[in-house]
Each structure stands twice: as structure tokens, then as C-alpha cells.
């Protein structure tokens, strides 16, 4: 079917016609990929709002979580890394992980949970210092890490801080530099571009959050043989403190809320 104003008009005019639709179309798509891209940034209110102060001289890849977070990744030695901590809400699957807020529902809990530092809303503390978790959300058959990732062992935190000098000497290459996020950082060189960063974390207490801009703890998904008193098994964990440039590893109870960082397979 041919629509009459249109086959009454002279060529030239028809050329006009079409010149004005196909500027029209083109000022539409331009504005529809404005819209789809403001419609991702909603959805990823965190991404590209970290302040952490990564190594200008490394290589960073990126990893993108199952909540469209996306991350900084480092190779070091035979491993690839986050370089930047955990911030999932949710599974693999899909399936949301608890936010608690409440002190004594999060001491008493023993399902997978999450929380922001202090209970934090701000995009920036959150996307730079990512989400604390308990170890019940690290070892829950749904995985919190992204497809091709896993939350270290024991085993694979050992290899990472052998590979950079041991114990005694890691700390200073993993460490993100300055004071922007550190209290103090008088050992820091961030050599393996790894960016750690002073997260503290969540006792269990009280619930109370303890130790920003001084301590950090990453989870391991690694269970220790130690029980204490009614509590389940330990989980073993990695540590950094603001004025040492070592790591340290340890057990503790699995209601605490440590920061995470995976590892590729």
C-alpha cells in the first residue's frame, strides 16, 4: 500500500522527506543508547566509583560478578587475582545473599550474610572497600564467586604470599600506598599491584564494626579443625595491619564479617 502525499511529491521533495527521517532515526538511536547506558550505571551504581590507588605500572584485567559489578584483576606469579574486594549481593545463581543490619541478628545467624561497613550506603566506601561477609555465605553450594572464579583456599592465599617474599614481606607488596584509605602506611609499595585496603571488619560480640583504615581480613574458604566453646568449626583467614609490612593467617569463628577476594580457576 503506497500512501498518496507521499507518491505526489516531485523527487526532490521525497529526497528531503527522506533525508529529515533518516536524521530523525539517528538523533533517536543516539538517545536510546544514552538512556541504556544511564539505565546500566543505575543498576551498577558502583562501578568506576572506587578510590583505591591501584599501581599505574601494572596491567589490570577486569572480572565482572554475577551483580554486574565490575572489578580490577591482577596476575601474579601463576594466579590471577581480584584487585578489588568482593561486593556481590548475590549468588551465582541469582539468588540474593541476606543484607543484616541488626547486631544481634547478625551474631546469632548461621546462613549466608553480608553487610556494608558500618552499615554504609555511600557508593564510594562501598565500591572502594567492597561488602564484609560471614563464612557461611563463602561456603554456601550456591558460590558467591563469579563464573570462573572461587574464594581462595588456605592453600592458594600460602602460594600468593610465598611467591612475594613470605610472611614477613608480602604485606608491603600487597598493600595499596599512601594514606588515602591507610591511618598510617609506612610500608606499602603495592609492587604486585594486588591494592589492599583497610576494610576492617565485623565482631560478632557485639556486631559491632571495628578496625577501618587500620586492619583488613580476607576470608579463605578453607575450614580449621579448632572448635571454640559452642561455636562451630574456625575458618582460616589472611591479615594485614597498617603498621607492620608482613601477613599474618589465623582461625577464627565463621560469624565474623571479613572482606573477599577470589581467585580465577
Known amino acids: 500500500m503506497k500512501f498518496k502525499w507521499f507518491s505526489d511529491l516531485s523527487a526532490f521533495y521525497k529526497l528531503q522527506v527522506i533525508s529529515r527521517l533518516l536524521v530523525l532515526i539517528a538523533i533517536f538511536s543516539v538517545i536510546s543508547a544514552g538512556c541504556k547506558k544511564e539505565s546500566l550505571d543505575e543498576l551498577n551504581p558502583y562501578n568506576g566509583k572506587s578510590t583505591a590507588v591501584f599501581n599505574p605500572l601494572k596491567l589490570y584485567g577486569t572480572v565482572t560478578d554475577q551483580d554486574g559489578n565490575v572489578y580490577k584483576s591482577i596476575t601474579i606469579g601463576t594466579q590471577t587475582w581480584m584487585a578489588e574486594n568482593l561486593r556481590t549481593t548475590k549468588y551465582r545463581n ?63 592465599w600460602t602460594t600468593l604470599i610465598t611467591s612475594l617474599g613470605g610472611d614477613e614481606l608480602a604485606g608491603e607488596k600487597l598493600k595499596e600506598t599512601g594514606i588515602s584509605h591507610w591511618f598510617q602506611n609506612p610500608y606499602a609499595s603495592n609492587e604486585s599491584g594486588f591494592t589492599g585496603l583497610p576494610a576492617g571488619y565485623r565482631h560478632t560480640a557485639e556486631g559491632e564494626f571495628v578496625g577501618l583504615g587500620l586492619i583488613t581480613f580476607w576470608w579463605s574458604s578453607t575450614e580449621a579443625d579448632t572448635a571454640w566453646h559452642n561455636n562451630p568449626l574456625w575458618a582460616r583467614y589472611r591479615y594485614m595491619v597498617y603498621l607492620e609490612k608482613g601477613t599474618g593467617r589465623g582461625n577464627w569463628i565463621k560469624e565474623l564479617g571479613f572482606s573477599i577476594r577470589c581467585v580465577k580457576d
Not at 562501598?126 to 554456601?140: E, H, K, M, P, Q
Open 94 to 156: 541469582g539468588v540474593s545473599i541476606s543484607e543484616v543490619t541488626d547486631n544481634t541478628e547478625w551474631l546469632n545467624t548461621n546462613e549466608g550474610a553480608y553487610c556494608n561497613n558500618h552499615n554504609s550506603s555511600n557508593c564510594d566506601t562501598i565500591a572502594t572497600f567492597g561488602r564484609l561477609y560471614n563464612w557461611y555465605a563463602v561456603s554456601d553450594s550456591r558460590n558467591i564467586a563469579p563464573i570462573g572464579w572461587h574464594v581462595p583456599s588456605d592453600e592458594e
